[in-house]
Structures are given as C-alpha cells and as structure tokens.
C-alpha cells in the first residue's frame, strides 16, 4: 500500500508564498503513483480537487488556483510538490496529497496522505 506524508503547512500572510511536499512510500508501483495530486478541504466544505500532475509530466488545476499555484514532481523520489503564490484567505484549508494510476482527478480515489493545515492569515 502506497504511504503519503505530507510536509511544509502552516500560517502564511495573504499574499504569500508556500510550498508543500509529499513523498510517497511503501509497498508502491510504477502505476500506483502514476498521478499525485493535491485535494483540499476547508472547514465545513467538500474536499475539493486542487492539482494533479501524471509521470510524464502532464499538469491539471483548479480554476480557483491557475497561475498561483505550480505542481511538479521528482519521480526518482516519487516526490510531488506544490508551489502556493498569492495566497488567499480562501485557500485556508487541510491540503492532501493523493497518488493514483489514473488522471480522473475524483475526491476520492487512490491513495491520501494524512494533510496539513494551510493557513492564510494576517
């Protein structure tokens, strides 16, 4: 079974930057971790789909975060990234990590990551 752990939250002020990290490991294959992505969900919301990003390199955001947010990953690390800019009061949020075979991007397929607190605040 794929294992995700999740890395870098925390408080940021709006307008600011964060980057998130998700290494997975464990019992994993070329096709288990063949997309990793990043969900998010904010008190009192559904998890929402936020990023994904498949082996070859093939990326897919939310409409909420094009051009503030970058995904990208190291697959000899099987290692997925999240570069937050401009950040939001609405981007507050638990964010989670997610590893699948497939680009479907549903809320509730693969493998998940036990999320981090992102926070923006002043």
């Known amino acids: 079974q794929v294992q995700l752990v999740e890395s870098g939250g925390g408080l940021v002020q709006p307008g600011g930057s964060q980057r998130l990290s998700c290494a997975a490991s464990g019992a994993r294959t070329i096709l288990s971790t063949n997309v990793m992505g990043w969900y998010r969900q904010a008190p009192g919301k559904q998890r929402e789909f936020v990023a994904g990003i498949t082996r070859s390199g093939v990326t897919n955001y939310a409409d909420s975060v094009k051009g503030r947010f970058t995904i990208s990953r190291d697959n000899a690390k099987d290692t997925v990234y999240l570069q937050m800019n401009s950040l939001r009061p609405e981007d507050t949020a638990v964010y989670f990590c997610?590893?699948?075979?497939?680009?479907?991007?549903?809320?509730?397929?693969?493998?998940w990551g036990q999320g981090t607190q992102v926070t923006v605040s002043s």
């Open positions: 997610n590893a699948r075979p497939l680009p479907n991007y549903n809320t509730h397929a693969g493998s």
